[in-house]
């Protein structure tokens, strides 16, 4: 499953960090994508984000293993 924006991408400093658990660049609680990261490997999936950088856009890809 792969979700993509065409916005301005991630930067690789903000990449390293994005999925450690309350790391926000802005007014959230900074859990989101560590949650979304935990439940992915739970249910033996992984939650990666695939861009970073000086590319335009984002994607994240959950990959899921086969049962």
């Known amino acids: 499953l792969d979700v993509t924006d065409n916005g301005r991408g ?3 400093d903000v990449a390293r960090k994005m999925f ?3 790391f926000s660049t802005g007014g959230s609680a900074g859990l989101g994508l560590f ?3 935990q439940l992915c490997e739970r249910n033996k999936a992984n939650l990666l984000l695939e861009t970073a950088g000086d590319r335009t ?3 994240f890809r959950i ?3 086969p049962l």
């Open 57 to 59: 856009g984002a994607r």
């Open 35 to 37: 949650l979304a990261r």
């Open 20 to 22: 450690d658990p309350f």
């Open 10 to 12: 991630i930067p690789v």
């Open 63 to 65: 990959k899921m293993s």
